[in-house]
């Protein structure tokens, strides 16, 4: 059966073999799920992907699943719902996708059966613990450099806590397809900044878009959550922040709640030019 990947030796196309659940090429490239429950498509032995430690990874975790997040998970579903609304046979690609929580909140609030969902990281470890908690997607570790899809392949690109860099998300989006990106807003965290950053002030929100990128809508994503010392590092960490503290302002934050944290988002629907 044919599929949407391309053979990552070669670039030819790959097909399915679904009694072994294994995808080959024309060229005899063969890529099988591994024991972890994805598929690899890095080739060069030289490749060094990211990597959260242990510790990281299921402080990530129990911070997301706290509920915390329940708004904006609520926001994101419905956006994504929007954008597959009425479509058949619709390719969705998590960029970035970690451990895969927005990808099981997309999936368990979806309104369209059809779509076929995939997750992509440089992460063995994430995407571990994604296969681990039965994220029920295709997840390939692969370079974000070189993607496994054939060009204009795919129908909505999602982008939440990740950045769109370089043009390989753009290469594989169709023309009338659809990119979700979720960005934080200038009041994102502000009270856990402000104990970061001498004499903060607020600044205009500054989007960086590509050029081949062109903007359908902005949706501002608000709300305020009560938060533990604990779950303010793990934010610090998640929104690269941590390398900005010393020890003593780390085991300050760990000691005291912050009532009332603002999270502050702008959800992004774009389109390729």
């Not at 960029?95 to 440089?122: M, T």
């Not at 994430?126 to 060009?151: E, G, H, M, Q, R």
Request: net charge neutral; charged share 20%.
């Amino acid at each position: 059966m044919n599929s949407i990947l391309i053979c990552p030796t070669c670039a030819a196309k790959l097909n399915f073999h679904e009694s072994s659940s294994g995808y080959y090429c024309d060229n005899k490239h063969h890529i099988d799920k591994n024991s972890q429950g994805y598929w690899s498509f890095v080739t060069s032995t030289k490749f060094k992907g990211s990597s959260d430690t242990r510790q990281q990874l299921r402080s990530k975790r129990f911070l997301m699943t706290s509920g915390i997040f329940s708004p904006l998970v609520e926001q994101l579903s419905a956006a994504f719902n929007l954008a597959v609304k009425d479509k058949t046979h619709v390719n969705h690609l998590n960029y970035q996708c970690a451990d895969g929580f927005y990808l099981r909140a997309l999936i368990q609030g979806a309104d369209n059966s059809s779509v076929n969902h995939w997750g992509v990281s440089e992460a063995e470890n994430a995407l571990f613990a994604a296969s681990k908690d039965s994220t029920p997607a295709n997840l390939l570790l692969s370079p974000f450099k070189k993607l496994p899809f054939a060009n204009e392949s795919l129908d909505v690109i999602t982008l939440f806590d990740a950045q769109l860099k370089g043009k390989e998300c753009l290469r594989t989006l169709k023309k009338d397809g659809v990119l979700l990106l979720l960005v934080p807003a200038p009041r994102h965290l502000w009270q856990l900044k402000q104990k970061v950053y001498e004499n903060l002030s607020e600044k205009p929100q500054q989007l960086n878009l590509p050029k081949d990128v062109e903007l359908v809508s902005s949706m501002p994503i608000t709300f305020a959550a009560d938060v533990t010392g604990e779950q303010a590092i793990t934010l610090l960490d998640m929104n690269n922040l941590s390398w900005r503290i010393n020890d003593e302002l780390k085991h300050d934050i760990k000691q005291k709640a912050i009532e009332a944290l603002e999270f502050d988002y702008l959800l992004l629907t774009a389109k390729v030019k």
